[in-house]
């Protein structure tokens, strides 16, 4: 069972909006914070957005802020990544995680999901 299915990427136009999904399963959405990373051809791993277990807090990349926003839904285990005002410098694999951790022993310890990622295009 794959524990986070991303979908909603494509193709857009600059200027357009996307709306990515994330569906969790197999742990307990609720306890994880939850963060969106891309990717782009030859480059590292970024991350772009971070929300809380709680959905309290949010974080952004500058590179984002002002454009995209992180959401979640705890009932429904889904974590949503709204973007807006797409740029071509946007274009990337986008991938969702899942981190919680785990204060209980002598050190933290972090324990992450990751997603096959989806393709976000933005070209004209």
């Known amino acids: 069972q794959v524990p986070l299915v991303e979908s909603g990427g494509g193709l857009v136009q600059p200027g357009g909006s996307l709306r990515l999904s994330c569906a969790a399963s197999?742990?307990?959405?609720?306890?994880?914070?939850m963060r969106w990373f891309r990717q782009a051809p030859g480059q590292e791993r970024e991350l772009v957005a971070t929300?809380?277990?709680?959905?309290?807090?949010?974080e952004y990349a500058n590179s984002v802020k002002g454009r995209f926003t992180i959401a979640r839904d705890n009932a429904k285990n889904v974590v949503y990544l709204q973007m807006n005002d797409l740029k071509p410098e946007d274009t990337a694999v986008y991938y969702c995680?899942?981190?919680?951790?785990?204060?209980?022993?002598?050190?933290?310890?972090?324990?992450?999901?990751w997603g096959q990622g989806t393709q976000v295009t933005v070209s004209s």
């Open positions: 995680n899942a981190r919680r951790i785990d204060r209980s022993g002598l050190r933290p310890e972090a324990f992450d999901y």
């Open positions: 197999g742990f307990t959405f609720s306890t994880h914070a």
């Open positions: 929300i809380t277990s709680s959905g309290s807090t949010t």
